[in-house]
């Protein structure tokens, strides 16, 4: 069966400083993979998603980008961080239909 | 274009009786829709899709929803809670065509009162 892990599991961070958040994923191959986040009192917001290596989308103009350097692996980063950056982030990949399944998601608090 | 509304934004129950949550949805497309739970500070957790089967599905931990189609609804019920069922739940929408953005509902945070 196919499992998420996220890096870390909490966080806490500068404003201004750099971010970078790691998903990897076992038991797939190929899979979607998708970034949201999710502020306090806020539904779920999707950031990013990517169908392969190389190959990422961004959903919402923002200061984050993400990388996906390798098939199972998936990375979101910042240069300089807002205050509006705290959440939580989920990392995501696609079920054999529409679902998804997500990862336990690390806790951002931006000071 | 689709979306999803949850009716309730709080729920509260006694340990033992049922639970319903309401969940609406509208899609150009005929959708797949999904309940997933969410316990503090966790991931989501899938509980039950309907994908064009049976209109009544059934999920894990007694959790089942049906879908009606001339109501636009796919309400979740379960019908004896236990404290465990404390949660935040999230009505989702996909088109069939397997597009990858899902429409989550606000979401509806359960109570259980012992």
């Known amino acids: 069966s196919q499992t998420i892990h996220q890096w870390p599991a909490t966080l806490v961070q500068p404003v201004g400083s750099p971010l970078s958040l790691e998903c990897t994923v076992e038991?797939?191959?190929?899979?979607?993979l998708y970034w949201y986040r999710q502020a306090a009192g806020r539904g779920l917001q999707l950031l990013f998603y990517?169908?392969?290596?190389?190959?990422i989308s961004s959903e919402v103009p923002q200061n984050l980008s993400a990388s996906r350097p390798q098939d199972r692996q998936f990375i979101l980063s910042s240069k300089k961080l807002l205050l509006s950056d705290s959440g939580f982030y989920l990392c995501?990949?696609?079920?054999?239909?529409?679902?998804?399944?997500f990862g336990p998601g690390t806790r951002l608090t931006v000071t | 274009a689709q979306s999803v509304t949850q009716l309730d934004s709080h729920v509260s129950v006694s340990e033992g009786t049922p639970v319903l949550l309401r969940c609406n949805y509208s899609?150009?497309?005929?959708?797949?829709l999904f309940w997933y739970v969410q316990h503090p500070n966790k991931g989501l957790q899938l509980l039950l899709k309907?994908?064009?089967?049976?209109?009544l599905v059934k999920g894990i931990n007694g959790f089942e929803a049906e879908f009606k189609k001339s109501e636009t609804s796919f309400h979740l019920t379960k019908p004896s809670a236990h404290m465990s069922d404390a949660a935040e739940y999230f009505c989702?929408?996909?088109?069939?065509?397997?597009?990858?953005?899902?429409?989550f509902g606000a979401g509806t945070t359960v109570t259980v009162r012992a």
């Open positions: 038991g797939t191959s190929n899979p979607n």
């Open positions: 990517s169908v392969g290596i190389g190959q």
């Open positions: 899609s150009s497309y005929s959708p797949s």
């Open positions: 995501a990949l696609n079920g054999q239909g529409s679902e998804q399944y």
């Open positions: 309907y994908t064009s089967a049976a209109t």
């Open positions: 989702v929408v996909s088109p069939r065509s397997n597009d990858y953005k899902l429409s």
